[in-house]
């Protein structure tokens, strides 16, 4: 692997670290998405550092390029990350849904309160 491709590579994976330290401190995300964040570093990082085992690896798999292997696993890993991303938006708009039905539950209850009052 080109010296080039590694520095790239764990700048990349810096940055990634860095900012989603940032955000999280400024609590613009939780705990659990950050750590979506933060493997994608690591792996990132496992790519720059340990270039031996994945062109040993990319070989095996019968690419010939090692960038073409290594768009390869950032597809890969962005699709596992799409995955997880939509699996919590499931997750959230069940919890929207169910908001939604208790507060019309309590309008109802306190417009019943309201009419017996009155």
Do not use: C
Not at 42 to 55: G, M, Q, Y
Not at 82 to 89: D, E, G
Not at 90 to 96: D, L, N
């Amino acid at each position: 692997m080109q010296i080039n491709l590694i520095i790239t590579l764990i700048l990349v994976s810096v940055f990634l670290i860095i900012l989603t330290t940032y955000v999280l401190k400024k609590g613009r995300i939780s705990e659990k998405y950050s750590l979506l964040w933060y493997g994608m570093a690591l792996i990132i990082a496992l790519v720059a550092l340990f270039p031996n085992l994945f062109v040993l690896i990319s070989k095996k798999l019968g690419f010939e390029v090692m960038s073409s292997f290594i768009m390869g696993i950032l597809i890969g890993i962005l699709i596992l990350f799409v995955m997880a991303l939509t699996i919590m938006i499931a997750g959230q708009k069940k919890k929207t849904i169910l908001l939604i039905q208790e507060v019309s539950l309590l309008k109802s209850e306190l417009s019943k309160i309201r009419e017996d009052q009155s």
